[in-house]
């Protein structure tokens, strides 16, 4: 009956760290993606975080290498289970507790800080406005935003009122990227191509025809969008690395029986 128990805790113990295994390379993926896709820069780069700059990128590699760890505590646990090792299963006990640690810890900060982090964003959403006549970078990433989140400034139309936005030699109040869009798909995969569906009625500020919602509402609604989703992971896997470290101690318990 005991042999009977371990082999069932062995085999739920590896089949848990494949699914573990999945959650690392989910890391690894993303981080790859905040890397590689445009799309993505262009929301760091309205909020002033430059993707060329090197901090940027040992972020990413942070994210990169968590992602490997993960796949390190994995493997200590399916050789641990395997090979019935005691001294490997301690260590990935450990560092499972590690993790969930350090997820605990980021959850109860993001929630204490949530307003804090809000101000932040509206400030240097602010501040990238100010240099979007000047930055290419930032003028096309705050084009996409807008016309991404159809959303206008950084609380309302009304925020570009600070800055001297021109087209033609015409002064504008806002972006044409503030208007609602006769083709929105195509002008996201093609910026040159925006076209309002009345240019007019958008610069008269007629209602309809140009975003009257901010872009850190847009950003929030973004986030609160896929908050179930991301909620649902993250109590997932910390359920998941629950279960490894019960699977991990029921094998160190029938290793001392036999």
Request: a negative charge; one cysteine or more.
């Amino acid at each position: 009956m005991a042999g009977c128990c371990n082999t069932i805790a062995r085999g739920l113990l590896i089949l848990f760290n494949i699914i573990f295994w999945l959650s690392g390379a989910a890391l690894l993926g993303l981080g790859i993606w905040f890397k590689v896709d445009k799309n993505v820069n262009s929301y760091f780069d309205v909020v002033d975080v430059d993707t060329e700059d090197p901090y940027f990128d040992y972020a990413v590699y942070v994210l990169i290498g968590f992602g490997a760890f993960i796949f390190l505590v994995g493997f200590c646990g399916c050789c641990g289970a395997i090979r019935e090792s005691k001294c490997l299963l301690g260590f990935y006990v450990f560092f499972l507790i590690l993790i969930i640690g350090g997820e605990v810890a980021a959850g109860a900060l993001g929630f204490i800080y949530k307003d804090k982090v809000e101000t932040k964003v509206n400030d240097l959403l602010m501040e990238t406005m100010a240099k979007y006549r000047i930055s290419k970078n930032i003028r096309t990433s705050w084009d996409f935003v807008q016309i991404e989140l159809d959303c206008c400034g950084s609380n309302s139309y009304e925020d570009w009122d600070k800055f001297n936005i021109t087209y033609n030699a015409v002064r504008k109040d806002f972006p044409a990227s503030c208007c609602v869009l006769v083709d929105k798909e195509t002008a996201i995969d093609n910026l040159d191509s925006a076209m309002p569906k009345n240019a007019t009625f958008c610069f008269n500020q007629t209602t309809g025809y140009y975003h009257d919602k901010g872009c850190v509402t847009g950003l929030k609604d973004l986030i609160s969008k896929y908050n179930w989703i991301i909620f649902g992971v993250a109590i997932g896997i910390a359920a998941l690395e629950v279960v490894g470290i019960i699977f991990a101690i029921c094998v160190c318990r029938e290793i001392n029986k036999d």
